[in-house]
Structure formats: structure tokens, C-alpha cells
């Protein structure tokens, strides 16, 4: 079936351009049967719509649209109706027919008005990965928005835990100078645990502790309804579109000073949409409404139990921190704030740490292993004096010497005790006797009596000659005896 424009192009190649069928019909992409077939058809008319054919439904269609009037049967429950009343046809063209007389109507919202300080909306967003330390982590960004004003705040962080999540609450409230009367959240596990239809959420314990020291109340969304929170939606793609789109930072330490930036020179400076006003100005009548902060902050860190590992060091985050060295193996408690790490033991802190965002860092602190490495010194020491004082039962006086003469008797000693190997210890304690009896205190002196001694001992061996024995005979010139026949004067 030709379309009236194709029509007109082959009636204008056989008419105008006088070319034959075939040619017509290869600059048209079209069969030669076809292109003769319409040459002759002087007046373009549309095929007629072929009547439908005919359907097992047929006979049942009133009845559908009788159940479906009385009552919102779905397609299933229709199936099963007919099936009972000797239809034998399958369950598509059923669903398909149904949905076609019963189509799903537009759901319709009501819009949400808000007085100055009654309501705040937040959410978290989400937007690919970013480069922290030497690896890569998830980027997420924390939206609230006055409900009145739509003034925004925005906080980016690479966690949406609990002390991430009330973090940027505090400083969400600080920024404003306020706190409004409620916030409507979604039901993200920071603040609702439990959200079924028809029954009271059952919200987080900490955040209700939260609440109730900032002074507001919490509105929880219904399931599926993201509507009830739209000025914050609508803020998470705006940030979304208008800022990090293109955006080009290599680390995640930038981030926050860019996007304080433009919250504070594009997001809150606009004419929004919905108001036709700035934000920043309906700010300005909103303000005096906020509730005011709380002078004193609120606990929110993480608690967690953890257990020390044999190099003395708790996990979080796939990071390591240090604790005393006192404390490995031991069952601890950890504090996680969004900055720091705090440990405790019985109670006690026992460790403090600023919180790494990077993955797989070992941070200690170096107080932590000085005891174990006293402890370790000291087992050295130990081990060095017993080998000294084993030498002879005058070595202790001898130490006694040292440490009376030297500053560094420890380094004497360990010499001497190295002199064991070359030497033996009989000839080091006979050496020792001798730095007693001439009161020399000094692992030098003691060395050098040890290789005097051994040079001493030592009996000459044969002579060796390295030349032939014939030229060993020496030819001597004979005696002049006349100066002995001289008269003596």
C-alpha cells in the first residue's frame, strides 16, 4: 500500500520526468509490479480499514463492562469469571481489553502550602563516584529546603550513616539559624525503621532522641509517595542538573567549598520557579519563625562494639585505627562521629583519631606502641645482663665499674659479651679479673688484653724458605789480620 506522498513522486517520475516503470521503480525503492499497478490509478484513494476480525471475546464484552461497572474486578478475577462462564480463550486479550475500556487514570496531587518556619524537607542524593585519598567512594549530597522559602542547604559526604546524617542536620539548622517546627524525611532507616500503610511509622530511636533536643517534630512520607516531599526532590535534581553536571573536581576535598558557592550564588539568589521570588528573600520573613538552636550540641556518634586485633588496632570502614597496645584482643567500644574516631575501654577513652574517608589506611597514634616497645627493650636488657653476669662471679663487680665510670655502660657490656664468641668465656673473665685488679673499666681495654693474649700464646712456627737451598751459601772475603802485627806506639 502506497502513502499520498509516494504517490505523487512516482505519478511526477512517469509524468514529468517521463522515465519508464522500472526506472521509477529503482529510484523509488519499489517492485515494478507495484509502480505499473499504481499508473494506472489516476486518483490517489486510501485503502480502506479492514474490518476486524472476529474474536472469542466478542461474546462476552457487555458482560466485562457490566462487572467492571460494579465492581473494580481486575483482569485476572475478569479471566476467571469468564472462564466459569465457557469462554476458552487466553488470558492476553483479556488483559489487553480491559485495559483498554478501563484505562488508568492520571493521579492527580493536591498542592502543598506551608506557613513561614512550619516545615522543612530532606533527602539524600546520590551522583556516581569521587576520588577521596587513593581510592574511589560513593558521592552522596544532603538537600534540606525550607518549605516556605525554599531557601536550600547542601552538604556533599561519602556516607549516609546515622552520625553523617544528624551531622549535617546540625549544620543545616546553623546555616538557617533556626530550627522549623517539623521535617518530612523519606524512610530511610536513619529515621524510620518501620513503615506500613495505614500504621504509625515506628521511627529510630537516635533520631528521636535528635529531635527532641533540636525541638522539632518528624513527618514521615507515605510508601511510594514522593510527591509529599516534592520541594526537596525537585531540589536533589537540581543540584543534580544545575550543578554536578560537567562538573570536574579531581578530589573530594573540593567539593564542599565548590558547592557552598553555588548554593549561595545561583540556588538561593534565583527567581524559583513555583514562588517567582528569590529564596533568599522570603528567607528574610521566614527567619523570625525558625525556632531557635539549642545551646548545647547533641552525641552523635555511632556506637559500635569492636574487638582489638593482635597488632592493636580496631576497624571501621575498611580503615584501621590504633589503641594502646595494652588493650589487643580486647572487646572495646567505638565512638563514630562524622570527624573522629573515639575508642573506650571500662569507660575509659583510650584512643582518639580524626576520621579517615580514604580506605585501607592504617592510623596510629605513636604513644600506642611505646609500652610494648619498652617492654621489648627491657626484655633485651634483660637478656644481655644474664649473658654478662654469667661469665665469671666477678662479672657483677665488674659491672658494677662500668656503670660507675661510663655513660654508656649498656653499649660496654654488649660488646663484651660479643667477645664470648671469638674468644671463649674463660679468657673473657680472666680478662675481667684483670680490669678489676687495675681498675680499668672499658670493653675496649677488655678486647685489647684478649688480642694482646692471643699474640703472646701464640709459638713461632718453622721458617719457610722461598728460595732453593744452594742460594743460602754466601761467599765471604778473608780477614785482613795484619793491622794486629802493627807496632804499637
Known amino acids: 500500500m502506497l502513502d499520498y506522498e509516494t504517490y505523487c513522486k512516482m505519478r511526477d517520475h512517469l509524468g514529468r520526468q517521463s522515465l519508464t516503470v522500472a526506472q521509477t521503480a529503482r529510484a523509488l525503492g519499489l517492485d515494478t509490479r507495484?509502480?505499473?499497478?499504481?499508473?494506472?490509478?489516476?486518483?490517489?484513494?486510501?485503502?480502506?480499514?479492514?474490518?476486524?476480525?472476529?474474536?472469542?471475546?466478542?461474546?462476552?464484552?457487555?458482560?466485562?463492562?457490566?462487572?467492571?461497572?460494579?465492581?473494580?474486578?481486575s483482569a485476572q478475577q475478569i479471566y476467571q469469571r469468564l472462564c466459569a462462564a465457557g469462554f476458552d480463550g487466553g488470558i492476553t486479550i483479556v488483559k489487553d481489553y480491559v485495559q483498554r475500556i478501563r484505562p488508568r487514570p492520571a493521579q492527580a496531587f493536591l498542592k502543598l502550602e506551608f506557613a513561614p518556619g512550619e516545615a522543612a524537607q530532606v533527602d539524600w542524593g546520590e551522583y556516581g563516584t569521587i576520588t577521596v585519598g587513593t581510592t574511589k567512594r560513593r558521592l552522596s549530597f544532603f538537600v534540606m529546603v525550607?518549605?516556605?522559602?525554599?531557601?536550600?542547604?547542601?552538604?556533599?559526604?561519602?556516607?549516609?550513616?546515622?552520625?553523617?546524617?544528624?551531622?549535617?542536620h546540625e549544620r543545616a539548622f546553623a546555616a538557617f539559624g533556626g530550627v522549623?517546627?517539623?521535617?518530612?524525611?523519606?524512610?530511610?532507616?536513619?529515621?524510620?525503621?518501620?513503615?506500613?500503610?495505614?500504621?504509625?511509622?515506628?521511627?529510630n530511636a537516635r533520631y528521636l532522641d535528635f529531635s527532641r533536643h533540636w525541638g522539632f517534630e518528624i513527618s514521615a512520607c507515605n510508601v511510594r509517595s514522593g510527591n509529599e516531599k516534592g520541594r526537596v526532590e525537585n531540589g536533589v535534581g537540581y543540584v543534580k542538573k544545575n550543578f554536578l553536571a560537567g562538573l570536574e573536581l579531581a578530589d573530594f576535598s573540593a567539593l564542599?567549598?565548590?558547592?557552598t558557592l553555588w548554593?549561595?550564588?545561583?540556588?538561593?539568589?534565583r527567581v524559583h520557579a513555583s514562588t517567582h521570588q528569590r529564596p533568599i528573600e522570603m528567607f528574610a520573613q521566614e527567619s523570625g519563625a525558625l525556632k531557635p538552636l539549642n545551646a548545647n550540641?547533641?552525641?552523635?556518634?555511632?556506637?559500635?562494639?569492636?574487638?582489638?586485633?593482635?597488632?592493636?588496632?580496631?576497624?571501621?570502614?575498611?580503615?584501621?585505627?590504633?589503641?594502646?597496645?595494652?588493650?589487643?584482643?580486647?572487646?572495646?567500644?567505638?565512638?563514630?562521629?562524622?570527624d573522629r574516631v573515639c575508642v573506650y575501654a571500662d569507660n575509659q577513652l583510650i584512643a582518639r583519631h580524626v576520621r579517615s574517608m580514604d580506605r585501607h589506611q592504617d592510623i596510629e597514634d605513636p604513644q600506642h606502641p611505646q609500652a610494648l616497645l619498652a617492654q621489648r627493650r627491657s626484655?633485651?636488657?634483660?637478656?644481655?645482663?644474664?649473658?654478662?653476669?654469667?661469665?665469671?662471679?666477678?662479672?657483677?663487680?665488674?659491672?658494677?665499674?662500668?656503670?660507675a665510670k661510663r655513660v654508656d655502660a649498656r653499649a660496654h657490656l654488649r660488646k663484651i659479651v660479643a667477645l664470648l664468641e671469638m674468644h671463649g668465656r674463660d679468657a673473657v673473665a680472666r680478662a675481667l679479673d684483670d680490669g678489676l685488679e687495675l681498675q680499668a673499666f672499658s670493653a675496649e681495654y677488655i678486647a685489647h688484653i684478649l688480642a694482646a693474649r692471643r699474640r703472646i700464646g701464640e709459638e713461632p712456627g718453622a721458617l719457610q724458605l722461598t728460595r732453593g737451598s744452594d742460594l743460602l751459601d754466601l761467599e765471604l772475603p778473608a780477614p785482613d789480620l795484619s793491622i794486629y802485627d802493627r807496632d804499637v806506639m
Open 34 to 73: 507495484t509502480v505499473a499497478k499504481w499508473a494506472e490509478v489516476e486518483q490517489f484513494q486510501p485503502r480502506a480499514c479492514n474490518t476486524p476480525r472476529p474474536s472469542k471475546l466478542d461474546a462476552f464484552k457487555g458482560q466485562i463492562v457490566r462487572w467492571l461497572d460494579a465492581h473494580p474486578y
Open 146 to 168: 525550607l518549605c516556605y522559602s525554599r531557601r536550600m542547604y547542601l552538604e556533599f559526604t561519602v556516607s549516609q550513616t546515622s552520625e553523617f546524617f544528624l551531622a549535617c
Open 180 to 203: 522549623p517546627q517539623r521535617l518530612i524525611i523519606d524512610n530511610l532507616k536513619s529515621a524510620v525503621l518501620q513503615r506500613i500503610a495505614g500504621v504509625a511509622p515506628v521511627f
Open 256 to 259: 564542599q567549598a565548590a558547592g
Open 263 to 269: 548554593v549561595d550564588t545561583v540556588a538561593n539568589v
Open 297 to 338: 550540641g547533641f552525641d552523635l556518634a555511632r556506637i559500635l562494639t569492636v574487638r582489638a586485633n593482635k597488632q592493636f588496632r580496631v576497624a571501621l570502614d575498611a580503615n584501621h585505627y590504633s589503641v594502646p597496645a595494652r588493650c589487643a584482643g580486647r572487646s572495646l567500644l567505638l565512638k563514630a562521629s562524622d
Open 379 to 403: 626484655g633485651r636488657e634483660q637478656r644481655l645482663l644474664t649473658q654478662f653476669l654469667a661469665i665469671s662471679p666477678r662479672a657483677q663487680a665488674y659491672r658494677e665499674g662500668l656503670e
